[in-house]
């Protein structure tokens, strides 16, 4: 497995409370990503990161924000969870080049926002 | 805005058959095309993928079939088994771009 690491694996929450899922990487790739999973809905981009400090908005980013303060860590924040943030959501590196390259994910984080 | 399209959500198929995941895409200039695939609790991992110059690339049991006039591209499991009971995604990215676009996935059981 490529070295991604998300934390925690599972969280319950409850309405209007701040939420900050953590991705760490050991691969030193220069972007992040953060998808949410719905049945449905497949995989949709909250945020992404092109480099430290370096953020940009995904299809699905309105009450969501991101920070990257080192190459390794990339959070998402949730500012006040609702229930419609319950997911399952995931963490993905990717190595871009002179080609297109594989996205590595993270084994996800569960939450529930009751 | 969805720029790929998957179908079908859901596919049951027998031991030993066919399995055939469709997806469209809008945008000309995507030009790389892969198929992640996913078991439960796990995260996606890239299963194969394919670039417009050639029309088809098979990988073992897997092949990818391309057709660039349509916009359409389709996963081929032959001899499907159990094991490949999982949620397959298709996604598109153009070179060099930074993300990379899924489509809504397609969860298959293969019955035995």
């Known amino acids: 497995d490529a070295g991604i690491t998300q934390s925690p694996r599972h969280k319950v929450t409850e309405t209007g409370t701040p939420v900050t899922l953590r991705c760490h990487q050991t691969?030193?790739?220069?972007?992040m990503y953060w998808y949410r999973q719905d049945p449905g809905h497949g995989l949709r981009l909250i945020h992404y990161s092109y480099g430290v400090k370096d953020t940009d908005k995904g299809e699905v980013s309105d009450g969501y924000s991101v920070s990257r303060s080192k190459t390794e860590d990339f959070l998402l924040t949730l500012e006040s969870a609702t229930s419609s943030q319950t997911s399952v959501y995931f963490c993905?590196?990717?190595?871009?080049?002179?080609?297109?390259?594989?996205?590595?994910f993270g084994q996800g984080t569960r939450l529930t926002v009751v | 805005q969805q720029q790929v399209k998957q179908s079908p959500q859901s596919l049951i198929v027998q031991k030993g058959g066919i399995s055939i995941i469709n997806c469209a895409y809008e945008n000309t200039a995507f030009d790389y095309f892969p198929w992640y695939q996913q078991f439960p609790g796990k995260g996606p991992a890239l299963l194969i993928a394919i670039r417009p110059d050639v029309s088809e690339k098979k990988e073992g049991r897997f092949t990818i079939s391309f057709n660039k006039s349509a916009k359409q591209f389709s996963l081929h499991i032959m001899d499907s088994q159990p094991g490949d009971s999982a949620t397959y995604f298709c996604a598109a990215s153009k070179e060099g771009a930074q993300k990379l676009v899924f489509g809504q996935g397609t969860r298959l059981t293969i019955n035995p």
């Open positions: 993905a590196i990717r190595a871009i080049g002179t080609a297109n390259t594989e996205a590595f």
């Open positions: 691969e030193n790739h220069r972007y």
